[in-house]
Each structure stands twice: as structure tokens, then as C-alpha cells.
């Protein structure tokens, strides 16, 4: 926090847009929970950068030069990156967007695709499709099929590993990255 304030600033960086529920819940979780902690003593911003939709080069530059203009002024304390692609854009861009800030990091699970800064810290998540295809099954044993539905943006990118295991278990069906 930097001197003359009285409230650290906390920006949440997602990284598609307001419309995917997963992203949402995690940040309003973790604004709720650094609201309640801190008495509400916190700034907290949050920021969508819309890249399923616009996953291209001179849109990720538009948007750190935003960022960039935006908190030129009231710099963030701390940004939490939910995901692979906020933490990406983040490290790759806070030179230009805060520059002294804390980074966290949560929600994916790859620890080998990126290489981050040593400052920048975060839990990772593990998607195990075999355990929840088996809970599904406990839960449902005379189900005759389970539907699996996402998207087909870049969004959805990571359950197609889930998909193909889906698919060699004819008894469920899937409908990610098809057109509804």
C-alpha cells in the first residue's frame, strides 16, 4: 500500500467476460471474503478482459494500454488473476499496469506452461474427470446418460481433454465445442 491511503487497492482481473459463471463466482468469493477480513477496508476493483472472444494480439494490447491509462492514477495493490489467462496477461503486462503490485494467481492447473516470476504466487487448481465421472455414477446409478455442455470458444479449450475421455464411455454423450 503505498503512503497517503488509508484502503489497499485490489483489482480481480478475470480473464473472459461477465457471462462465464465460473470466473464470477470466484471473484465475488474472494471480494467477498477480502471484504469481510478487512472490514471493507479495501478498494476492490474488478476487470473482464473478454479473451474468448477477442483472444488476438492487438486486443491484448488494447486492453493493457486501458488498464495501463485507467489505473494510471490509483494504482493496484494487489491483482488477483483468476485463471490461466489473467495471470499470463498480468505478468506479461504489469510493468505497464502495476508495476509494484502483488500478484496472485488461481484457478488452473498447469504449473509447467508458464513460466512465472518468483513474486508471483497463487494455488492451482486439479481437475480429476475420472473422480467426477465416478462421483456422477454414485450419485446416478440407473442415469442412462450425462450430458456434458460448454462452449466453443477458447474459453472451453480445457475440457476437451474431458471430452475425449467422455466419448470412449458410450454411455455418456457431450456437446462441448458443437454449435447448439
Not at 490509483?74 to 491483482?79: E, G, T
Not at 460448454?150 to 458443437?178: C, L, N, W
Request: hydrophobic letters at 40%; glycine letters at 6%.
Amino acid at each position: 500500500m503505498r503512503w497517503g491511503r488509508s484502503s489497499p487497492r485490489v483489482l480481480i482481473l478475470h480473464p473472459y467476460d461477465e457471462r462465464l459463471p465460473a470466473t464470477v463466482i470466484v471473484g465475488e468469493t474472494a471480494g467477498n471474503r477480502l471484504l469481510e477480513a478487512t472490514a471493507g477496508k479495501i478498494d476492490l476493483f474488478s476487470e473482464f478482459l473478454d479473451l474468448s472472444r477477442f483472444p488476438e494480439k492487438p486486443h491484448i494490447d488494447r486492453m493493457a494500454r486501458y488498464l495501463a491509462e485507467k489505473y494510471a492514477d490509483h494504482r493496484p495493490d494487489v491483482i488477483i488473476a483468476v485463471g490461466e489467462a489473467a495471470t499470463s496477461f498480468i505478468v506479461n503486462h504489469r510493468d505497464r499496469i502495476a508495476p509494484e503490485a502483488k500478484i496472485i494467481f488461481c484457478c488452473y492447473d498447469s504449473v509447467s506452461k508458464m513460466n512465472l516470476p518468483s513474486d508471483v504466487v497463487g494455488v492451482f487448481s486439479e481437475l480429476d474427470i475420472t473422480k467426477i465421472l465416478e462421483m456422477a455414477r454414485g450419485l446416478q446409478p440407473n442415469a442412462r446418460h450425462l450430458f456434458i455442455i460448454g462452449g466453443s470458444s477458447i474459453a472451453y479449450e480445457p475440457m476437451q481433454p474431458i471430452v475425449h475421455i467422455v466419448d470412449d464411455d458410450k454411455s455418456f454423450r457431450t456437446a462441448v465445442g458443437r454449435v447448439m
